[in-house]
């Protein structure tokens, strides 16, 4: 086992990573900016090291300076979290030439899945259902003419090196192909450095339905079943739940064989998660996210397991020690993402926190580093709380969580308290009866 850990991450998932490690017995180093000297993470920590100045660039991102904190405390492994390093390959690799383990897929992978049309292939190879579309990079506009006309429209023109919603373009029919392919090919050259493309049917109500899968170096691959992602605005997840209420055991259990059978084949190490998009009852591959996720606790809740200590294990060597059968799904859980903004503007919120009062009880989880006193930076990511409940079944969890946001005060930053509190209350919310589309409607009225 690892004789120290270093934690590349700042918030509520640097106290998370060091609760895992705590609980094995493994002592931690954070890392921080300027801005963050008083961060909860940093006070936690057996050790610190000040890594650069507010911007993330030159701090949290700067890898120079984060394998100079390994190096000078003698860390032998890091976990990067999520965001920032995490599905950075080079940073992995330079990680291991220095002969600290790398809490994650190999360089290989991580590369792998972030040019989605390699992921795509791979899992084209390994028989996991994908939208129908294109057979690699489009090279040109005639040939998207092409294969939209095999397909039919609508089709969507996507950036292989994509994620969040850039780079991505709908053409509803032939006289929107033009345009739609231009502006991708733009977009993705500016955001990503590299304009190739690829296309994809359009599909134009599903659900976001994700699946966490964990490896050993040993060939044992499992899943911990499905996170319903489709609760989200501007690709900003809010509110997640584990299961979907769109699937039931067979379902997942299909779809998990096939996922887990494939990635063996592949050598996949680590955590993992495969995104699907789900319409009419077919799952349809995505993309696949080589690390650690922000709603990773609603798998934790319904499958009773610490990933992060899972992933920590693995990443020693050891393995894992049950399979898929001994994996139980067990009630219900639902994260609701508390972010420092304005719950009717979605202006950001930083600044001064007066009060902070989370709730508890039974079924109640907040993972936080907020802390009466603080002052909310304005350089990241708003996220400040997610706030998990779990309950035998999907009305008790939401009962439960409307009780834990009635409880929830936070008093000096605007937060999305309040949001949350209506979307719980809403008759489609309650019904489960909720496509990606439904939440910016619902924020819109
Ligand atoms: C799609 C799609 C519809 N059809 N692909 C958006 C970001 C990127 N990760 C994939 N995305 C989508 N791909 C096809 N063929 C709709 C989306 C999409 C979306 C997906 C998941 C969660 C939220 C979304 C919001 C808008 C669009």
């Known amino acids: ?7 590349a991450n700042r918030g509520e998932i640097a106290l998370r990573i060091q609760r895992a490690c705590r609980e094995l017995g493994i002592p931690t180093v954070a890392v921080h900016s300027t801005a963050d000297s008083n961060a909860m993470h940093v006070r936690l920590a057996d050790e610190s090291v000040c890594i650069g100045p507010p911007s993330p660039r030159a701090s949290y991102l700067n890898m120079p300076a984060v394998l100079s904190a390994a190096a ?3 860390a032998d492994a890091i976990h990067p979290g999520y965001g920032f390093l995490s599905e950075n390959a080079k940073f992995a690799e330079m990680v291991e030439a220095h002969g600290i383990t790398f809490i994650g897929p190999s360089p290989a992978h991580m590369r792998m899945m972030g040019d989605k049309i390699a992921a795509k292939a791979a899992m084209a190879e390994i028989g996991v259902p994908l939208v129908a579309g294109s057979d690699g990079a489009v090279q040109e506009v005639a040939q998207a003419r092409r294969i939209a006309e095999e397909i039919g429209y609508p089709v969507l023109i996507k950036a292989a090196s994509g994620g969040g919603g850039r780079g991505m373009k709908v053409a509803h029919a032939p006289d929107e192909l033009e345009e739609a392919w231009t502006v991708a090919r733009t977009e993705a050259r500016s955001a990503f450095g590299d304009d190739a ?15 966490q899968i964990m490896a050993d170096n040993h060939g044992n691959v499992v899943h911990f079943g499905e996170r319903d992602c489709s609760l989200q605005r501007r690709h900003q997840k809010l509110v997640e739940e584990a299961g979907s209420p769109a699937l039931d055991a067979a379902a997942r259990d299909a779809i998990g064989a096939v996922a887990t059978a494939g990635l063996r084949k592949l050598g996949y190490r680590n955590a993992g998660t495969l995104e699907f998009l789900y319409q009419d009852g077919q799952f349809a591959f995505i993309e696949m996210n080589t690390r650690l996720q922000v709603e990773h606790p609603v798998t934790e809740m319904v499958c009773n397991v610490d990933l992060v200590r899972e992933q920590i294990r693995i990443a020693a060597g050891q393995e894992l020690g049950y399979t898929q059968s001994d994996i139980r799904f067990q009630g219900h859980a639902i994260e609701c993402r508390v972010t420092a903004e304005d719950p009717v503007t979605f202006m950001a919120s930083p600044g001064h926190v007066e009060l902070y009062q989370p709730p508890g009880g039974l079924g109640v989880r907040v993972d936080s580093a907020l802390y009466a006193g603080y002052d909310v930076p304005p350089y990241y990511d708003s996220m400040v709380a997610k706030l998990i409940v779990h309950a035998p079944t999907r009305p008790e969890a939401i009962a439960r969580m409307r009780r834990a946001l009635m409880e929830f005060a ?19 919310f309650r019904a489960g009866d909720y496509t990606i589309h439904w939440l910016e409607r619902f924020v819109a009225e």
């Open 1 to 7: 086992m690892f004789g120290k850990i270093l934690i």
């Open 197 to 211: 493309v690829y296309m994809e049917k359009y599909l134009d109500r599903p659900r976001h339905i994700e699946l």
């Open 410 to 428: 936070i008093q000096g930053i605007k937060t999305t308290i309040p949001l949350h509190r209506r979307i719980m209350d809403s008759a489609e």
């Open 72 to 74: 000078v405390t003698g």
